[in-house]
């Protein structure tokens, strides 16, 4: 993320995440261009509320995408 010109606020890890999701308040380029990087489908709440703009949360799921 940071390579493509990002901010990364936080990582942080768990044991039991099986699901990966990319979650933001609104729809933007940054979005799109994540959703196409990462091959997620994006989570478009606007109740969204975080420290970042994007949360992007790589489950155990992830591993089959990248093998």
């Known amino acids: 993320i940071k390579n493509a010109g990002g901010n990364v606020v936080s990582v942080a890890s768990s044991n039991n995440t099986k699901h990966s999701k990319l979650i933001a308040a609104q729809k933007?380029?940054?979005?799109?261009?994540?959703?196409?990087?990462?091959?997620?489908?994006?989570?478009?709440?606007?109740?969204?509320?975080?420290?970042?703009?994007?949360?992007?949360?790589?489950?155990?799921?992830?591993?089959?995408k990248v093998k």
Do not use: A, N, Y
């Open 28 to 64: 933007s380029p940054t979005l799109s261009r994540l959703t196409h990087i990462l091959g997620l489908e994006p989570i478009v709440d606007k109740e969204f509320s975080s420290i970042s703009d994007i949360q992007i949360i790589l489950g155990e799921d992830f591993i089959s």
